[in-house]
């Protein structure tokens, strides 16, 4: 079983993202939290479950997708980093990653 850690950017980002919806609907931001950790919560037993990003083939980071939110992470050991969080219609820029 493998410990779920999440970086600082993440946080800020699903933060950032849950804000926003809130303005609108309170309940739609909680629920995408909640939903949020639910799915990297599920990676401490399943840490492959995730895809690998198509942007970034051959890599070592893989995304789970909880839409409106694509959640990037990689294994260290017996850990699962989670290392940044963006919404789907985004661009992913490689170096975000790297600077995680």
């Known amino acids: 079983m493998a410990e779920v850690v999440w970086t600082e950017p993440a946080l800020q980002e699903l933060d950032a993202i849950a804000e926003y919806i809130a303005l609108d609907n309170r ?54 980093l989670i290392l940044y ?4 219609e985004r661009q992913l820029r490689s170096y975000i990653l790297e600077s995680c």
């Open 27 to 80: 309940a739609a931001a909680r629920k995408l939290v909640e939903a949020v950790f639910d799915k990297t919560e599920r990676l401490r037993d399943f840490p492959q479950s995730g895809r690998v990003p198509p942007e970034l083939p051959n890599s070592i980071y893989r995304e789970v997708i909880v839409p409106p939110c694509r959640i990037f992470y990689r294994e260290d050991d017996d850990r699962v």
């Open 85 to 88: 969080v963006m919404r789907e």
